[in-house]
C-alpha cells in the first residue's frame, strides 16, 4: 500500500487544499483527490508541480507499506 503525506505535510504548514492547487497551477480537483487518497493513479506531471510548489522530494510526500498476508486473501 502507497501511504500519502499530503494531508500532513498541508498540516503542518497551515496551507489549503486551494492555495496548494494554486501555487502548483493545479485543478483543484486533483489535490482534493490526492489529499483524500482516493487517486488511483498521479502523472509525473503533477508530481513534479507538488514536489516544486511544496519544496519535498517524491519520498516526502509517498511511503510504501508492505501489505499484510491478510489483505491479501
Known sequence: M????????????????R????????RTSTVHMIFNEKA?????????????AL???PGDLFEYIPDSEDDEA
Not at 2 to 17: N, T, V
Not at 40 to 52: A, E, S, Y
Request: net charge positive; aromatic share 2%.
Open 19 to 26: 492555495k496548494l492547487a494554486e501555487i502548483g497551477n493545479l
Open 40 to 52: 488511483q493513479r498521479i502523472d509525473f506531471d503533477v508530481l513534479n508541480r507538488l514536489c516544486k
Open 2 to 17: 502507497i501511504k500519502i503525506h499530503l494531508s500532513k505535510i498541508l498540516g503542518e504548514r497551515r496551507m489549503s487544499q
Open 55 to 57: 519544496d519535498v522530494q
